[in-house]
């Protein structure tokens, strides 16, 4: 007997990744998993069309690779190992079975590059595409997770890579643009797994950098108690960005999925050297100080009014969570 629509979608969804090495994967109710004694880490994000993506711009390699970077990213500021996820995706009745392939196809190009496995998930029919990806990762037996609450003050501030052109390639495909190295960032965040695994070696706190580094430092100052002073010329922004946005623009640029790390400073070199040894780029931006109320500072002591992140429940631009 010939199967229905739905389940012709799974079986050839399923049929672009390998088969996960669990005691139960896809096909039942529940996946069955094998647990190392290291903590668990669990994350959920979602990419929903027209809020993180637009199809006109956006290929379905590109979309399946960033509905699961955007999960890999949460893992790796907390240092975990990526294991598994499961996938619920909504598509419009109809959408096209190549491109649902596609999707395929570049989510299972980065699960295969990370090492992290498909064991199940979902599929529903809706007015627009929408892909969630909850994830697993593990800590090693004995390893803290890195968290947003562990800074102190004076704490050397690190980001990973560079700032601001997810934003800049966001604001060329809106002005028509369609090829740019800074529209590949938008489209293909990379995640840093292996740097976050390697901060957690060194680092106090972390996080991802999805809704612009002024944003989510506030949230690690917040969760820490701490306030921060940023060095606004010590950013680390290609030419395009600091001609295009600036500085203060490249605060703002939500989606980079950069790492910001909290390191305490006796251990500043030998989190540097490693980095260097691992050929991982990360640039001093500033530290923590002991102000309670979490205030950031820029400059030489000022308070200006940064710029906010991006926030779904405000009107805006396309964004991140």
Avoid at 107 to 121: D, F, K, N, Q, Y
Avoid at 227 to 235: F, K, V, W
Avoid at 246 to 252: K, N, R, Y
Wanted: aromatic share 6%; glycine share 12%.
């Amino acid at each position: 007997m010939k199967r229905a629509g739905e389940f012709s979608l799974i079986d050839f969804f399923l049929s672009h990744f390998p088969r996960p090495r669990v005691p139960v994967g896809p096909g039942d109710d529940c996946a069955v998993l094998a647990p190392s004694r290291g903590a668990q880490c669990i994350t959920t994000d979602a990419v929903v069309e027209d809020v993180h993506f637009t199809r006109a711009w956006f290929s379905p390699e590109d979309i399946g690779h960033k509905a699961l970077a955007v999960n890999l990213s949460d893992l790796a500021s907390m240092g975990a190992r990526p294991r598994w996820f499961v996938c619920a995706l909504a598509l419009p009745r109809d959408y096209p079975r190549p491109a649902l392939g596609g999707i395929a196809r570049g989510m299972s190009a980065l699960a295969r590059t990370h090492g992290i496995a498909l064991v199940g998930g979902n599929f529903t029919s809706a007015r627009e595409l929408s892909i969630t990806i909850t994830a697993a990762g593990e800590l090693p037996r004995g390893t803290a997770p890195l968290t947003r609450a562990g800074g102190r003050p004076g704490d050397v501030l690190y980001v990973s890579g560079t700032l601001g052109e997810a934003r800049l390639g966001l604001s060329l495909l809106q002005a028509g643009r369609r090829r740019a190295p800074a529209i590949l960032r938008q489209k293909r965040p990379e995640p840093r797994v292996a740097l976050g695994r390697l901060a957690s070696r060194y680092a106090s706190a972390a996080l991802d950098l999805s809704d612009g580094l002024a944003q989510d430092l506030g949230h690690l100052c917040a969760a820490s108690r701490v306030g921060a002073e940023l060095d606004l010329e010590a950013l680390p922004l290609t030419p395009a960005v600091r001609a295009a946005l600036g500085p203060e623009g490249a605060l703002a640029g939500g989606e980079d999925y950069e790492l910001l790390m909290a390191v305490p400073p006796e251990r500043t070199s030998v989190f540097e050297r490693a980095c260097l040894r691992a050929e991982e780029a990360v640039t001093r931006v500033g530290r923590l100080t002991p102000d309670a109320m979490g205030r950031i500072r820029t400059g030489r002591g000022r308070a200006p009014r940064l710029p906010a992140g991006f926030d779904h429940f405000r009107r805006g631009r396309q964004g991140a969570d």
